[in-house]
């Protein structure tokens, strides 16, 4: 058995796009604005290491 994710998502939200593009792309960007955020919060606050 498989999951049709966009026929899923059709059916609860009726849009499988959104600002005329489709919702896989801003998935995908949400998912590197994620990472990018994390790994931002990750560096900056590594306390220097001393020699």
Known sequence: MTIH???L????FGT???A???????AAMA???LVVIGMNLL?????????
């Open 5 to 7: 994710w966009t026929k």
């Open 16 to 18: 499988t796009e959104w």
């Open 43 to 51: 560096f900056w606050t590594r306390k220097k290491k001393e020699d």
């Open 9 to 12: 998502w059709l059916d609860l």
């Open 20 to 26: 005329g593009i489709n919702l896989g792309f801003w």
């Open 31 to 33: 998912a590197t604005a």
